[in-house]
Structure formats: structure tokens, C-alpha cells
């Protein structure tokens, strides 16, 4: 049922209507709310929707409430537990609800609306209400509750005075002492601040000390004979809060059943009244049940279209006829129109209005859908096998009580073979005596239609010279997908439109196609080149040897140096780099500079790389001289 609800986007308008309702309860079974199939049950559902939709036009929403933690509060109750004061308020605001919602039903009753009688079931509990309003202000204990809370409370504050004052007088007289000019709270306590030095000086108890320790704050001694009468008097103070809090508790539990009922009547109330919502809403109307198979939509809509842009649909089966059969091109509002039957049948169905301006509903035991592609990758179905095996299930699964709407049939396959399996499954549907609407491209499976008894073919509308869909169906005509002409408009020149022709019927192309075609055949347009890699010559293609005085780059590093000597047969050569020589692969190395293009010819590069010694032996050795017997060469 998710599945099929998620085809025809029930599960978006039950999302619109959710947000209609206050009471989690009426929440969660708007979510859970799937078609009755019982008639007196769905008579009185649909009765409701009307009803509420009524009185909304009459005397407005109602005053319903969320009743949020109101059954937590309940069972605290029950339980021996103790409400704090903003629970209790609370419960309060919730019984003025009740007891406004209870006024506003019995207006309704002058209407002659039976849903106003549902006022005889709320119990506002005017009694304990005002009690608890009386009692509980702002989410505390008022002082008015009791006369020994307010005695307490006039006590701690003259208490509190009297404290203060001798604060103030106990900073006066040690004016010189203080570290500062006002009193503070420390702990709990009223201390005044007093320089470390001075603490000696002053008659009281260090209760706390600056971040510093440069001051401490004291409570005088004066002071502190108020503070603990004060202490006595808070605890007889939460004593008697409490006593009120429980008392009050009390006549809670007592009425906890009629609490409960409250709760339950006004959850029923705001799952009814979020049906007339939904109706208000959508502009929807009240639908005809009937068992006879019979289906009627004058000015029918898809209610989450825009309803301005929403061409309205006439659509209508029954009375012999068990299946529709609409053709017509893409885009044309097959699929939409399919679509909007069925959603306003299970709309209808749940117990809401539909929208239309005058719906026949039939019930049905079961709505079966196979609307899109299926491509399900996770179990490896292409698009046809996925659509095969979900027909397959309904053709399974389906009865005479059934709706079933098909989406595309036979297609995602062979053409030949798909149109064959198209009339298969469509003669398997009209000998199960369900109620179904297909849509289809196939001409074999309209012939069918109109030649088999309980099939009717339909048609999307189509303007060829605008080349847009009308979005109207038209019961009683086959209709055509319009490829050629959307082809011929949008620029296919004749010559492509007349192979078409022959392929498809083995036919010549139409006058009124010839006259579509402006041009004979198609015009190209200068489109981007693809550039292939040059190829490189034999000599390009030959890689450099480095020789000496050759400026390079060194990677990654990407620093500077000079080929001092040239690679070996491992590829390796020398770079002078600044202050040291190195060893690196010539891969690594990038030509920046030739050498030829820095030095001139027959330059002796040992003036740049050699050391004067080395430069000073290699000139003995060149006149025959050696140093003790031996020629060295420092690197």
C-alpha cells in the first residue's frame, strides 16, 4: 500500500493534511490511514468531513488545543506524584479549551449539525479550572492560595527589609572598612564587602572572599540573626506550596477519567475538523459513495497542481464500461489524468473530499498502480522487468472490486512484442471485472479496444499548430501521438519526415505534413573540432644530452644549477649547484638555458667549476710536473 500510495502521491497530500492537525493522536493516524471498506463507516467519515467544513464556514476554526503533556501529566496524577505549578497551569489552559471548544460545538447546533453533539462528551471541569486559576498564577504558587503562604511571604519580606536596613547601617558605621559602597548576596547570605585588613574591625562571619583576597565579604552580625528567621520561614513557606500543590494534584486524579475522555474527544474533534481543513483548503467538494462501479468527475483536479494552471477533467466509467483505454501524445497529461482518478478515489475513500466540482465514487476493495519506470538497479530489473513483475503482481492480487491504473503498457521492450503482451495483460484485466485505466502509444491496442466489449478508448487533446497539450480527455476517441507533426513544427526537414512515413506505415507523407516542412533536408552547423597530438619527428622524438655549462632546472625542488659533468651510462650527471656539486638522474632535469647560449665557444669551463688548486695542478700536469711523485686533484 506504501508503494502504491507513493505512486499516485498520497503519501504528499496525507503530508498537506498532517500539517492540519494539532494532536499528535490525529497525526499519526492521518498516517496511518488507509481506504475504508466498510460503507457505513465511510458514509459517516465523509458525514464528518462535510460537517466540519460547515461549521468552519460558519463560526470559524475551532479552539482545539495539542493537550500537549497533558496524558504525562495525568498519569503523575494517578501515580501518587505531585504536578508542579507549571503543570498545573498547564492542565488549566487545557480545560479552557475543553470549555471553549464546548461553546463553540453548541453554536453549532443551531445549524442542526450532528457533530455539535459531540459538545455532550467534553467536560471542562469548570470547578477545579478555576480552582487551579484561582490558586496558580504564572507558573508559581500565588501569594492569595492560602492566608498562612501569604502570612510567610509578608513575614520574609519584612524579614528581608529589616536585613538590609542593618547592611546598610553595619557599611555605614565602618564606612573606612569597606572596599566598596553597596551590599551583595554571597552563598546565599547579604555580606558587605570589607578590605582583607580591616576583617578584625567588623562584628560578623566571613562567608566568601574577592578573586583577588584583597576583599571579603562578611554578613554582619546584625544581619545574621534575619537570616536564619528567614530560613525558617521559606521552609514553612515550601511546606504549604507544597500542601496546595498536592491538594490540587488531588482533584486531578480524582477526575482523571473525565480528563481522559476530554482528551480523547478532542483528539477525534482535530483528526475531523483537519479533514474540513484539508477541504477548506483545496476547495474540494462532497462525494457520492456508491458500490455499483460507477466513477464520475465533472471539473475534476489534481489537488496538488496549481489549481489555476489545472485544466479541469471529465471523466466518467461504469454502467458497462470496466476500462479506459487513453492514448495521445507526450506531455499531453496521460499520466495526470490517470493519476487524478485515482488519487480522488482514495481521497474519497479515506473520508475526504475530493477535488472536483461533482464527484460519483464507487469503492473499491484495492487501488493497484504500475506508474513509472520500476528500474529497481539494487535487484538488477531493467525498466521492463521490473514493470513485467509489478503487472504480474497485480494481475495476482487484483479482483472485481478492484482500481487498477497502468501507466505506458507494454512498454520499455520490442515494439511487436510489447503491443502483444499490451493486449494480454488488458484481456486479463477485463476478465477479472476490476475497473481500469491504462495509457498506451500502441495503434494494435486501440483497435483493440474498440472492437472489445467494456473497453472505451479515450484521448488527450492536442492543438498541431501550437504544438501544446489541451490537457483534456475526451472519452470515446482514440487519439495519436502526434510524433510527425511535433517533428514537422519543430524543424525535422521533409526528407527525414517522408522515411519516417514509409518505415512506420509503409505509406507516403501527408499534404498537411508536406506543407510543416520548410526545409528539404537538414542544415549542419559548424561544430567544434577534436585536436589530435602532433606526432613527433624522429629527431623531436630524440631526448636531449646535456652537456657542460647547460643551465637547468632541478625537480622537484625546482632549483637552479649548471651541468658540470655530463651523464653517465646510468643516466646520472652533474649539477653544480650553489656551494656544492650533486648527483641526480637526468629525468629530474629540465633545460632551461643551452649552454652555447651562455658561454662562448671553447670556453674553459674549469675556471668555473675547479678549485685554483685543482686549476694549479692541472697546468704542472699539462708541463709534465707532479707533486711528490703523484698528481692530485682535489673535487
Given at each position: 500500500?506504501?508503494?502504491?500510495?507513493?505512486?499516485?502521491?498520497?503519501?504528499?497530500?496525507?503530508?498537506?493534511?498532517?500539517?492540519?492537525?494539532?494532536?499528535?493522536?490525529?497525526?499519526?493516524?492521518?498516517?496511518?490511514?488507509?481506504?475504508?471498506?466498510?460503507?457505513?463507516?465511510?458514509?459517516?467519515?465523509?458525514?464528518?468531513?462535510?460537517?466540519?467544513?460547515?461549521?468552519?464556514?460558519?463560526?470559524?476554526?475551532?479552539?482545539?488545543?495539542?493537550?500537549?503533556?497533558?496524558?504525562?501529566?495525568?498519569?503523575?496524577?494517578?501515580?501518587?506524584?505531585?504536578?508542579?505549578a507549571e503543570q498545573l497551569e498547564g492542565v488549566e489552559m487545557a480545560l479552557t479549551a475543553v470549555s471553549r471548544l464546548k461553546k463553540y460545538l453548541e453554536q453549532g447546533k443551531t445549524y442542526e449539525i450532528s457533530l455539535a453533539y459531540y459538545e455532550e462528551n467534553l467536560d471542562p471541569l469548570?470547578?477545579?479550572?478555576?480552582?487551579?486559576?484561582?490558586?496558580?498564577?504564572?507558573?508559581?504558587?500565588?501569594?492569595?492560595?492560602?492566608?498562612?503562604?501569604?502570612?510567610?511571604?509578608?513575614?520574609?519580606?519584612?524579614?528581608?527589609?529589616?536585613?538590609?536596613?542593618?547592611?546598610?547601617?553595619?557599611?555605614?558605621?565602618?564606612?573606612?572598612?569597606?572596599?566598596?559602597?553597596?551590599?551583595?548576596?554571597?552563598?546565599?547570605?547579604?555580606?558587605?564587602?570589607?578590605?582583607?585588613?580591616?576583617?578584625?574591625?567588623?562584628?560578623?562571619?566571613?562567608?566568601?572572599?574577592?578573586?583577588?583576597?584583597?576583599?571579603?565579604?562578611?554578613?554582619?552580625?546584625?544581619?545574621?540573626?534575619?537570616?536564619?528567621?528567614?530560613?525558617?520561614?521559606?521552609?514553612?513557606?515550601?511546606?504549604?506550596?507544597?500542601?496546595?500543590?498536592?491538594?490540587?494534584?488531588?482533584?486531578?486524579?480524582?477526575?482523571?477519567?473525565?480528563?481522559?475522555?476530554?482528551?480523547?474527544?478532542?483528539?477525534?474533534?482535530?483528526?475531523?475538523?483537519?479533514?474540513?481543513?484539508?477541504?477548506?483548503?483545496?476547495?474540494?467538494?462532497?462525494?457520492?459513495?456508491?458500490?455499483?462501479?460507477?466513477?464520475?468527475?465533472?471539473?475534476?483536479?489534481?489537488?496538488?497542481?496549481?489549481?489555476?494552471?489545472?485544466?479541469?477533467?471529465?471523466?466518467?466509467?461504469?454502467?458497462?464500461?470496466?476500462?479506459?483505454?487513453?492514448?495521445?501524445?507526450?506531455?499531453?497529461?496521460?499520466?495526470?489524468?490517470?493519476?487524478?482518478?485515482?488519487?480522488?478515489?482514495?481521497?474519497?475513500?479515506?473520508?475526504?473530499?475530493?477535488?472536483?466540482?461533482?464527484?460519483?465514487?464507487?469503492?473499491?476493495?484495492?487501488?493497484?498502480?504500475?506508474?513509472?519506470?520500476?528500474?529497481?538497479?539494487?535487484?538488477?530489473?531493467?525498466?521492463?522487468?521490473?514493470?513485467?513483475?509489478?503487472?504480474?503482481?497485480?494481475?495476482?492480487?487484483?479482483?472485481?472490486?478492484?482500481?487498477?491504473?497502468?501507466?505506458?503498457?507494454?512498454?520499455?521492450?520490442?515494439?511487436?512484442?510489447?503491443?502483444?503482451?499490451?493486449?494480454?495483460?488488458?484481456?486479463?484485466?477485463?476478465?477479472?471485472?476490476?475497473?481500469?485505466?491504462?495509457?498506451?502509444?500502441?495503434?494494435?491496442?486501440?483497435?483493440?479496444?474498440?472492437?472489445?466489449?467494456?473497453?472505451?478508448?479515450?484521448?488527450?487533446?492536442?492543438?498541431?499548430?501550437?504544438?501544446?497539450?489541451?490537457?483534456?480527455?475526451?472519452?470515446?476517441?482514440?487519439?495519436?501521438?502526434?510524433?510527425?507533426?511535433?517533428?514537422?513544427?519543430?524543424?525535422?526537414?521533409?526528407?527525414?519526415?517522408?522515411?519516417?512515413?514509409?518505415?512506420?506505415?509503409?505509406?507516403?507523407?501527408?499534404?498537411?505534413?508536406?506543407?510543416?516542412?520548410?526545409?528539404?533536408?537538414?542544415?549542419?552547423?559548424?561544430?567544434?573540432?577534436?585536436?589530435?597530438?602532433?606526432?613527433?619527428?624522429?629527431?623531436?622524438?630524440?631526448?636531449?644530452?646535456?652537456?657542460?655549462?647547460?643551465?637547468?632546472?632541478?625537480?622537484?625542488?625546482?632549483?637552479?644549477?649548471?651541468?658540470?659533468?655530463?651523464?653517465?651510462?646510468?643516466?646520472?650527471?652533474?649539477?653544480?649547484?650553489?656551494?656544492?656539486?650533486?648527483?641526480?638522474?637526468?629525468?629530474?632535469?629540465?633545460?632551461?638555458?643551452?649552454?652555447?647560449?651562455?658561454?662562448?665557444?671553447?670556453?674553459?669551463?674549469?675556471?668555473?667549476?675547479?678549485?685554483?688548486?685543482?686549476?694549479?695542478?692541472?697546468?704542472?700536469?699539462?708541463?709534465?710536473?707532479?707533486?711528490?711523485?703523484?698528481?692530485?686533484?682535489?673535487?
Open positions: 500500500m506504501n508503494n502504491t500510495e507513493k505512486q499516485l502521491e498520497f503519501d504528499k497530500v496525507k503530508a498537506v493534511w498532517k500539517e492540519l492537525a494539532l494532536t499528535e493522536y490525529a497525526k499519526n493516524k492521518i498516517v496511518e490511514m488507509r481506504p475504508i471498506l466498510s460503507e457505513n463507516e465511510l458514509s459517516a467519515a465523509i458525514r464528518e468531513t462535510s460537517e466540519s467544513k460547515i461549521l468552519m464556514e460558519k463560526n470559524g476554526f475551532p479552539p482545539l488545543d495539542s493537550l500537549q503533556g497533558l496524558k504525562e501529566w495525568g498519569m503523575i496524577a494517578e501515580k501518587g506524584g505531585c504536578l508542579s469548570t470547578e477545579i479550572r478555576d480552582r487551579i486559576r484561582m490558586q496558580i498564577r504564572s507558573g508559581r504558587v500565588d501569594d492569595q492560595a492560602s492566608k498562612l503562604l501569604k502570612t510567610c511571604r509578608n513575614q520574609i519580606e519584612k524579614e528581608e527589609d529589616s536585613m538590609r536596613q542593618k547592611a546598610d547601617r553595619a557599611m555605614r558605621a565602618g564606612k573606612s572598612y569597606m572596599a566598596d559602597s553597596f551590599s551583595t548576596i554571597r552563598n546565599g547570605h547579604l555580606c558587605i564587602p570589607v578590605k582583607k585588613e580591616y576583617k578584625n574591625k567588623v562584628a560578623g562571619i566571613v562567608i566568601d572572599q574577592s578573586s583577588t583576597g584583597n576583599t571579603v565579604f562578611m554578613e554582619p552580625a546584625a544581619v545574621s540573626r534575619h537570616y536564619e528567621e528567614i530560613q525558617l520561614l521559606k521552609i514553612r513557606e515550601e511546606n504549604e506550596e507544597r500542601r496546595i500543590l498536592y491538594e490540587l494534584t488531588a482533584y486531578i486524579h480524582d477526575n482523571a477519567e473525565v480528563i481522559e475522555q476530554n482528551i480523547r474527544m478532542i483528539e477525534k474533534l482535530d483528526f475531523i475538523f483537519s479533514k474540513g481543513k484539508l477541504s477548506l483548503e483545496w476547495d474540494a467538494a462532497e462525494p457520492k459513495i456508491n458500490t455499483e462501479r460507477k466513477i464520475v468527475l465533472e471539473d475534476g483536479r489534481h489537488p496538488l497542481m496549481e489549481r489555476k494552471s489545472c485544466v479541469p477533467l471529465q471523466f466518467s466509467m461504469g454502467e458497462g464500461t470496466r476500462g479506459v483505454v487513453i492514448t495521445g501524445p507526450n506531455t499531453g497529461g496521460k499520466t495526470v489524468a490517470i493519476k487524478t482518478v485515482a488519487l480522488n478515489c482514495m481521497m474519497a475513500q479515506c473520508g475526504l473530499h475530493v477535488t472536483c466540482r461533482r464527484a460519483m465514487i464507487c469503492m473499491n476493495s484495492s487501488f493497484l498502480c504500475d506508474i513509472g519506470d520500476g528500474q529497481n538497479l539494487s535487484e538488477n530489473l531493467s525498466t521492463f522487468s521490473a514493470h513485467i513483475a509489478n503487472v504480474l503482481d497485480i494481475l495476482r492480487r487484483i479482483n472485481g472490486e478492484s482500481l487498477v491504473i497502468m501507466d505506458e503498457l507494454g512498454s520499455g521492450t520490442d515494439p511487436t512484442e510489447g503491443m502483444g503482451i499490451a493486449i494480454a495483460i488488458l484481456e486479463e484485466l477485463k476478465k477479472s471485472g476490476a475497473l481500469f485505466l491504462v495509457t498506451t502509444h500502441y495503434p494494435e491496442v486501440k483497435q483493440y479496444a474498440e472492437h472489445t466489449d467494456g473497453i472505451v478508448n479515450a484521448r488527450m487533446t492536442f492543438d498541431k499548430e501550437s504544438l501544446k497539450p489541451l490537457y483534456q480527455l475526451v472519452i470515446g476517441e482514440a487519439g495519436e501521438s502526434c510524433a510527425f507533426y511535433i517533428a514537422g513544427r519543430m524543424g525535422m526537414p521533409k526528407t527525414m519526415l517522408e522515411t519516417a512515413a514509409k518505415a512506420a506505415y509503409n505509406g507516403t507523407l501527408p499534404e498537411e505534413l508536406k506543407q510543416l516542412c520548410n526545409e528539404e533536408t537538414l542544415k549542419k552547423t559548424h561544430a567544434a573540432k577534436v585536436q589530435k597530438r602532433k606526432t613527433k619527428t624522429a629527431q623531436e622524438s630524440k631526448s636531449y644530452v646535456f652537456r657542460i655549462g647547460d643551465s637547468v632546472m632541478i625537480y622537484p625542488d625546482k632549483k637552479i644549477g649548471i651541468v658540470c659533468q655530463t651523464a653517465n651510462e646510468k643516466g646520472v650527471l652533474r649539477v653544480q649547484m650553489p656551494q656544492k656539486k650533486i648527483w641526480i638522474n637526468q629525468k629530474r632535469v629540465k633545460l632551461q638555458v643551452a649552454a652555447d647560449q651562455l658561454y662562448p665557444e671553447d670556453y674553459d669551463f674549469s675556471i668555473v667549476f675547479d678549485t685554483v688548486e685543482n686549476r694549479k695542478l692541472r697546468h704542472q700536469m699539462d708541463r709534465g710536473k707532479c707533486v711528490d711523485g703523484e698528481i692530485r686533484i682535489v673535487l
